[in-house]
């Protein structure tokens, strides 16, 4: 409905008397659902945007558009006026039942829009270093960035996930120095000790910075048992980094899978070193004199390019490292690379899930590409802020046989995994999340995850109780019965499902899409109260309503879908 609209207020927007600088295809109209629904169904204020351009009141803006919008009677029951400028549309009930068919012969593809139709998308996530298992921290960005992939899938684009990684540099070097230190410890159980910092005791030739958690004495255990002490003959840790990259990098995907997570690609950092593309980026920023030398360190002329910051000197051009004086890149410069790589390979969207200690680093790289002729503006960057466990009200550190951390695996053992995606998308991406366990854990309507499936299982045990009642779905229904008010309330919200899925693709707020899923479920329970199917006034209005709660099931099911939750069907 919106999509019409639009097409029919642009061609009421073109055949007003305006300016000859007034562009009426670049108005973007918009619509949103009134609090009031004596206000209609659908409202736009895109008569006040128009004031200045125009240079007219908005109301009469408002009623020269009303007077040349040519609408569908069957669609669109009346348009009105209020306020200042505003315009209320209502839906026709023959829309509303159209549309109610529409959702029961479209089944498992409603909700599916063209918009994306013939591009290609790139999302980013995960992207986790095989230096260990995947933590809570990883656990929002997994998910966040598998449902960004599905929705922008459910609008037409063709998708691909990617995982970037490093197998290379200081992190996995006393990786592998770690692991071989226990595999050493394991073989000679005499040898000697030392007692880290934090009281750990480790093996003498453990480093002082490697990784304590007890996931390194397994990976070290089965190195023994697979190879015998020999295996320390070798020099070097770089046997014991490998099996260390397999072994973790296996349990990472058997942690995905749990969440119903599959990557299409993995990216290595190294083949950007390998293929010498992070030092042509240096050299590509100095031949436009957009890098230099300074105090043994290779800088990227950022300042140049609009990039301050506000000090007690007031607001200041900053430039910003590439290179250390140690030698070191900073993660800015092959990540440059990578993106510039991304954009080579002719993808038309291209997002990438960062946590909220990106929020000041990531500008740079964009302005890097921009400065070597990529397409920024087909880069999205996802920013989540961070999640916190909460029990009885309180931050909680769960115990965990891994590290100082908790695992996403320990997670889901405690709550599910349904539970954890949905808890991790249930909130604004840019708000800090806290993952309350205790309501996590909650049979009743006060969890909202329960609050959603419960409803797609009632659905499913009324249709299954109808059809031992002889009412069954077999038969067409005349949907036009549907006329009290809680069955057109119903109505309404299950046709907004394509237009909140491309909204939440399109913002990259899979939150909208939950919260609208529970906006679903409260309009079913009241419709179920006010409107019974079994017991109906005669067999056509239950039959009705019948096919009603049908596409309400569909709708619920699809939505939960998108956001990769699962939709039983008896609880």
Not at 183 to 201: N, Y
Not at 280 to 285: M, W
Not at 384 to 402: D, E, N
């Amino acid at each position: 409905m919106q999509a019409y609209l639009a097409r029919q207020f642009h061609a009421a927007l073109a055949a007003l008397d305006a300016p000859d600088d007034f562009d009426a295809s670049a108005v973007a109209i918009e619509f949103e659902t009134p609090g009031n629904p004596e206000h209609g169904d659908l409202a736009t204020n895109v008569a006040l945007q128009l004031a200045r351009p125009l240079r007219r009141a908005p109301r009469q803006i408002a009623e020269a558009l009303v007077e040349h919008l040519a609408l569908d009677p069957k669609r669109v029951a009346g348009v009105e006026i209020a306020g200042p400028g505003f315009i209320n549309i209502r839906f026709a009930p023959t829309y509303l039942a159209d549309g109610i068919a529409e959702i029961l012969s479209t089944g498992e593809a409603y909700g599916r829009t063209e918009a994306g139709a013939g591009k290609t998308a790139l999302v980013e996530y995960v992207s986790a270093n095989p230096t260990g298992p995947l933590t809570v921290g990883h656990g929002r960005n997994a998910v966040l960035g598998d449902t960004i992939a599905n929705l922008l899938d459910w609008t037409g684009y063709a998708v691909t996930r990617e995982y970037y990684f490093n197998d290379a540099g200081r992190q996995m070097r006393i990786l592998g120095e770690s692991v071989r230190a226990r595999v050493e410890a394991l073989a000679q159980p005499d040898a000697p000790t030392k007692t880290l910092d934090d009281g750990t005791v480790v093996p003498e030739s453990f480093p002082d910075d490697g990784y304590r958690g007890d996931y390194i004495v397994e990976i070290a255990q089965a190195i023994l048992d697979e190879h015998g002490p020999g295996i320390l003959a070798v020099e070097g840790a770089e046997p014991f980094k490998e099996a260390a990259e397999k072994a973790i990098f296996a349990d990472i995907e058997r942690t995905l899978e749990r969440l119903g997570i599959r990557m299409d690609a993995f990216f290595n950092e190294h083949s950007l070193y390998a293929s010498n593309a992070v030092w042509d980026v240096v050299e590509h920023l100095r031949e436009k004199n957009l890098a230099y030398d300074k105090d043994g360190a290779v800088w990227f002329a950022t300042g140049q390019l609009g990039k301050t910051r506000t000090d007690s000197e007031g607001e200041r051009a900053v430039d910003t490292v590439l290179v250390k004086s140690s030698g070191e890149p900073t993660y800015r410069l092959p990540d440059i690379a990578y993106h510039l790589d991304k954009l080579g390979r002719g993808f038309d969207k291209v997002v990438d899930v960062f946590g909220a200690d990106h929020i000041a680093t990531y500008p740079d790289v964009v302005l890097g590409v921009e400065a070597l002729g990529g397409d920024a503006s087909k880069i999205d960057v996802l920013i989540y802020q961070f999640v916190t466990l909460v029990r009885g009200g309180q931050p909680v550190k769960m115990s965990t046989r891994k590290a100082t951390y908790v695992t996403l695996d320990e997670l889901m053992d405690e709550v599910t995994e349904d539970v954890t995606r949905f808890f991790f998308l249930m909130r604004s991406p840019n708000t800090h999340l806290e993952f309350d366990l205790d309501l996590a854990k909650e049979a009743s309507d006060k969890n909202p995850v329960f609050y959603l499936q419960y409803a797609h299982a009632r659905i499913c045990s009324i249709i299954r109780k109808a059809e031992d009642v002889g009412l069954t779905l077999g038969n067409e229904a005349d949907l036009s019965l549907l006329t009290n008010e809680s069955e057109l309330g119903l109505m309404k919200e299950l046709l907004r499902l394509p237009s909140e899925i491309a909204l939440a693709a399109e913002t990259m707020g899979p939150h909208k899409l939950a919260t609208y899923l529970r906006e679903v479920a409260t309009a079913f329970n009241q419709f179920y109260r006010d409107s019974p199917i079994i017991g109906a006034d005669h067999e056509a209005l239950g039959r009705a309503r019948l096919h009603l709660a049908k596409a309400a099931q569909l709708v619920l099911r699809n939505g939960l879908t998108v956001l990769g939750i699962s939709a039983p069907e008896q609880m």
